[in-house]
């Protein structure tokens, strides 16, 4: 966990560095605004940090602001390197091709005010188009067929759902609005494929976050798994949370549903960076007498997808990845991960990998929408 931290902070304020030295440059006109430009540079890039340090010992609604002002910043911070970096790229270029027309050297302070400008305009324009991307859900159909073994079933009609990151800024209006989705599929069972939460139950109780989680209807109930955030935020509290809000959390463990299915969660990988113990194995967690029935598996992080083919699982549910959110980042997770977004099979195992209902930092989607997942699994001979 320290390590992690170590390295976030450490690339956190060499870019916000590189972003503050070029704004300040571009501002040599204008001597008298740059002890301003400073002290917004302050406070947009350390409202976040410093409200989840503060957290403890500041009145909420001071939270609540330094947390949106904060957020914002993430996706403000992304979208200025990217463009600073292509820039300075264009004139490392032009210092060996010298391509650019003279009147940009000759009017050299103009031009980086005018640029300074036109970065400024574009940012706010894709992060503004991003944060109403997040608000329009998607409804994504998805059917799957699976070896019935030992099942009663037919079909199911389930609902899945990930990384919804209840907080100040996926509040419970953004909930309420998950909460109707779901419901109006008329779902047979609810998966939620970790990070429900993205802050601490007192600062989600006092916001008044939560209640529409019990407005929830299906047949077999809720179901969970931990994600990475339920250990970042406090895996006790949050348990608590989920657990108080009538969700069935699945802690390395599973459950035999209607002597139909096997649902079966792990804890995120997360867990030993932050509790210093280790996730069962899948191995562990189903042993032979469950593997007659067919076994959707929920698992955060979608790493190490072979265990859950080597191990008879049919279905396997994952979150996490966000597709990266934003636009370019979706680009890194596709190298990262097998699958960073949507469906794939591996032998007789399946898998969807969701990018999520909310939003982590930034409430802002420019590389992919925010969905709900209508599985339609039948189980056949």
């Known amino acids: 966990m ?36 400073l002290i917004i540079f302050v406070i947009l890039s350390l409202s976040y940090i410093l409200a989840k340090f503060l957290v403890s010992y500041i ?43 003279g009147f940009i050297k000759e009017n050299y302070l103009l031009t980086k005010q005018i640029i300074a400008l036109i970065v400024l305009i574009i940012s706010f324009t894709i992060i503004l188009y991003g944060y109403f991307n997040t608000r329009n859900f998607k409804v994504k159909t998805l059917n799957v067929e699976i070896a019935r073994g030992a099942s009663r079933l037919i079909e199911l009609n389930a609902v899945l759902v990930s990384d919804i990151h209840l907080s100040p800024m996926d509040n419970e209006t953004l909930l309420s609005k998950i909460v109707y989705k779901i419901n109006g599929l008329k779902p047979d069972i609810i998966f939620i494929a970790g990070d429900l939460v993205d802050d601490k139950a007192s600062v989600l109780n006092g916001n008044n976050i939560g209640p529409s989680i019990l407005k ?16 970042i935020t406090g895996i006790k509290e949050s348990e608590e949370y989920i657990k108080n809000h009538q969700i069935n959390l699945l802690r390395d463990s599973l459950v035999n549903i209607d002597n139909s299915f096997i649902v079966a969660a792990r804890d995120d990988r997360s867990k030993k960076s932050f509790t210093g113990e280790d996730r069962l194995s899948l191995e562990k967690i189903i042993n032979e ?62 898998y969807y990998v969701s990018c999520g209902a909310g939003t ?8 992919s929408y925010s969905e709900i997942i209508n599985l339609k699994i039948k189980f056949i001979e």
């Open 216 to 231: 929830l209807k299906s047949k077999y109930g809720v179901y969970a798994s931990t994600g990475n955030h339920e250990f």
């Open 59 to 101: 009145p909420l609604f001071i939270y609540n602001i330094m947390l949106w002002i904060g957020s914002f910043w993430f996706a403000f911070m992304l979208y200025f390197f990217i463009s600073i970096v292509l820039i300075d790229l264009i004139r490392l270029i032009n210092w060996q091709l010298n391509f650019l027309p």
């Open 289 to 350: 007498y469950y593997k007659d029935y067919p076994i959707i598996l929920m698992d955060h992080t979608p790493l190490g997808l072979d265990e859950a083919e080597k191990n008879g699982v049919a279905l396997q549910l994952s979150g996490h990845v966000h597709n990266g959110q934003m636009f370019p980042l979706n680009l890194i997770t596709n190298m990262i991960y097998e699958k960073s977004w949507g469906y794939l099979k591996k032998g007789n195992t399946q």
């Open 360 to 367: 982590w930092g930034a409430p802002v989607r420019t590389g």
């Open 2 to 37: 320290i390590l992690f931290f170590s390295i976030f902070f450490t690339f956190y304020v060499a870019v916000n560095y590189y972003i503050f030295i070029r704004g300040w440059q571009a501002l040599e006109g204008f001597p008298h605004f740059r002890i301003f430009y």
